[in-house]
């Protein structure tokens, strides 16, 4: 026979199999957990015969091995029997509920019938041996055959309704293996009550006061400590002087970097100015002289043209003033004056090639000067930003310097309590030096650490409470959950975050702490141990108490793990509903709550 057991199985197996009257040996297998957690279990066990209402033999097993337990009792009737096994003091709790009958030789209704009343032999014993005493005494004086006769008789009568008994009456029950007769009293059980699915739990936990941030204020800038009379439980408002720095240096380094960033930008103008007005300036001359000089070029270039092609004229005229003159057609003095004309063209040509070739030479002249000019204007430009870049580093230093000079006054940055002095008025200081240590109060933490199975229906916005030692109570909602609990001791940390007052929480402090978690399951839901519940599918029903009977509720199981069943019926709030020994009842059978 198998049970479900907390996520485990819990077989139980009789010998014999199927049980009869008179001692049985019972052993209990454990599966499906690891055998580590079973060290320390312990299995009691308790038998009832539920159609007389009788408890039978109980006990403890004792163990084989990890998971095995064996024991062995008595069951001393033919009948419907349960037997329950409580596990404890493990990994492994709760009770198994094992339903079986017990039956005799032929299976009869009742198996002693066929087994004989060893009592009838005793108690014919008991009556021949008065028939003897009554029958020596009266044959004493009456010694007729009718008398003998009469006693002859009543001792065979004797011995034939011993036989019979023996035959067929009933044996007498085992009373040292049976408990209590409760004949018609009330059944024992073990109630529970309903409570509604709508209801929240609340959970308790220690808790700690902290002020909502702690930090040290420290210096940023060097200095001698002045003005600095702070002591612990001293109140600071935001923008309040801590102390003042005694370091006349720091000013006069801002001034010296002010004065070095006003230079820088006078130069960084003067670049400018350079870079966009006079290097322009002379690109423009170079390129208006080159245009000019390509312009007087083209001209000399198209003289040159002209006087080429006179040149030309010329010399084919005084070919032709030759033949003539050969021919005699014309006079010596004309043919000089042609060869004077010639010789002037040729000269003017030869002067228009010299001219164009010293145009030439201007014009790439020009063009090298307007590239100069070009690369003037990109290094007026680099020249330029080289000193903006400087002017901004300047005026950067500046800032810096200013900067470091307003340090000198240390101010809270927040509405705070002193906590803690940390150096002393007078001390020089570096910058970074902690010298107070303070802590904003006008808002409180509530910080509690919560066991790891509470944590389930806590969540951001649950409600808290911590009341403090003087009876004070603060309220908020929880603002945030360790995501992770701690390994040693297996709890989380939970927020909230509260107002905080003038005087009476001091930050630190002990509080108990409750959270009013939310429900884990929906409106209408009811929760039970799995225990409660009875049948399955749709005749899964629980045993309400009515007023000291058992009345059979039908309900819709929802889930059921084996510990714990969600479900749905006709139950009223606070109702008593039957745990154990819920299996074995009637309606309307008496029933009474059993305390442990």
Do not use: C
Not at 80 to 102: D, E, H, I
Not at 219 to 225: D, Q, Y
Not at 492 to 511: C, H, K, N, S, W
Request: glycine content about 8%; hydrophobic content about 45%.
């Amino acid at each position: 026979m198998v049970e479900r057991l907390n996520g485990s199985q819990a077989i139980l197996t009789l010998d014999p199999d199927p049980p009869t009257i008179g001692k049985v040996h019972a052993t209990v297998d454990v599966l499906g957990v690891p055998a580590a957690s079973l060290k320390g279990v312990t299995v009691r066990f308790s038998s009832t015969m539920p159609s007389m209402a009788m408890e039978g033999p109980a006990g403890v097993a004792q163990p084989v091995r990890l998971g095995r337990y064996t024991f062995t009792t008595s069951l001393p009737m033919a009948a419907p029997w349960t037997l329950r096994l409580q596990f404890s003091g493990g990994a492994v709790r709760g009770m198994a509920t094992y339903k079986f009958a017990v039956v005799g030789p032929g299976d009869a209704a009742m198996a002693g019938m066929s087994s004989g009343d060893v009592t009838a032999w005793r108690t014919a014993v008991f009556g021949l041996f008065a028939i003897i005493l009554v029958g020596a005494f009266v044959l004493r004086g009456d010694r007729r055959p009718a008398t003998f006769g009469v006693f002859v008789s009543a001792t065979v009568l004797v011995l034939i309704m011993a036989l019979l008994q023996n035959r067929y009456a009933a044996p007498a029950m085992d009373m040292s293996s049976m408990s209590t007769m409760r004949g018609s009293g009330p059944m024992p059980v073990t109630l529970v009550t309903v409570r509604s699915g709508a209801t929240g739990t609340d959970v308790f936990a220690p808790g700690t006061i902290q002020p909502y941030l702690t930090q040290d204020i420290v210096t940023r800038a060097p200095g001698i400590l002045r003005d600095f009379d702070l002591y612990a439980g001293d109140r600071l408002r935001a923008g309040q002087t801590i102390a003042n720095l005694d370091a006349p240096e720091l000013g006069s380094q801002a001034q010296a970097a002010n004065a070095d960033a006003q230079a820088q930008a006078a130069s960084a103008r003067a670049a400018a100015i350079e870079a966009h007005h006079h290097a322009p300036v002379g690109l423009s001359i170079a390129q208006n002289e080159a245009a000019s000089t390509r312009t007087d070029l083209s001209a000399a270039i198209a003289d040159e043209r002209a006087k080429n092609e006179q040149r030309d004229y010329w010399n084919n005229e005084i070919s032709r003033e030759q033949k003539l003159f050969s021919q005699g057609a014309v006079s010596q003095q004309e043919l000089q004056d042609e060869r004077a004309q010639a010789a002037a063209a040729n000269s003017a040509y030869q002067g228009a090639v010299q001219h164009v070739a010293s145009l030439q030479q201007q014009v790439e002249a020009a063009q090298s000067r307007t590239m100069d000019a070009r690369a003037t204007i990109a290094m007026a430009l680099q020249q330029a930003e080289s000193a903006q870049s400087q002017a901004l580093k300047a005026s950067s230093s500046a800032q810096a310097a200013g900067t470091l000079a307003g340090y000198r006054t240390v101010v809270s940055p927040d509405d705070a309590v002193v906590l803690k002095r940390l150096v002393d008025p007078g001390v020089y200081v570096q910058a970074g030096t902690p010298i107070l240590r303070i802590a904003v109060v006008n808002r409180l933490r509530i910080q509690a650490n919560v066991a790891q199975e509470d944590l389930d229906g806590i969540a951001v916005g649950t409600p808290m409470m911590a009341r403090l030692s003087n009876g004070k109570i603060l309220r908020g909602r929880v603002s945030s959950v360790a995501p992770a609990a701690d390994p040693t001791t297996h709890t989380a940390q939970v927020e909230a975050i509260v107002p905080g007052t003038a005087a009476g929480i001091p930050p630190g402090g002990y509080v108990r702490v409750t959270l009013h978690r939310r429900a884990a399951m929906p409106m209408g839901e009811l929760k039970l141990p799995s225990a409660a519940v009875v049948g399955g599918g749709s005749d899964a029903a629980v045993w309400v108490d009515d007023d000291g009977t058992a009345h059979r509720v039908a309900v819709r199981v929802l889930s059921d793990d084996g510990i714990t069943a969600f479900l749905k019926g006709d139950l009223r709030h606070n109702a008593r509903v039957v745990t154990d020994g819920a299996d074995t009842l009637e309606e309307g059978q008496a029933i009474a709550e059993q305390h442990s």
